[in-house]
């Protein structure tokens, strides 16, 4: 039987956000890998108009909406996909690393500049 697809049953916001912390955990330059196997994002982007880049990639500002919204961090911290202290301090802990969203495609879009 193939995995379920989303078994914690996250929903739309859910899944962009964590996306976007995954693509972030991707970058040097936006994480640190820890020995606990977590891995802490240093840097979370700021918006230039209705997109911001994550390393060659460009988010539109609405995929990223959950990224300022304290329930949705709350929820993927109570689903152990992430430990954190709004809005200052995110760790993606091993299974948020490895949750697949199925929409990162959907989100994540090649750079034009």
Known sequence: MPP???P?????LQLKTLALFQELARHPESSTRLDS??????HLPRPHGNHFHVGGKVVASRDASGLAIPAVWAALERKGL???????V??????GLVY???IADQI???SDH
């Open 4 to 6: 379920r697809t989303n």
């Open 90 to 95: 995110v760790s993606l802990t091993p299974e």
């Open 108 to 110: 994540l879009h090649g």
């Open 100 to 102: 697949e969203t199925g």
């Open 8 to 12: 914690l049953k996250l929903n739309a």
């Open 82 to 88: 992430i430990r954190g202290t709004f809005p200052m």
């Open 37 to 42: 196997g977590e891995v802490f994002l240093s």
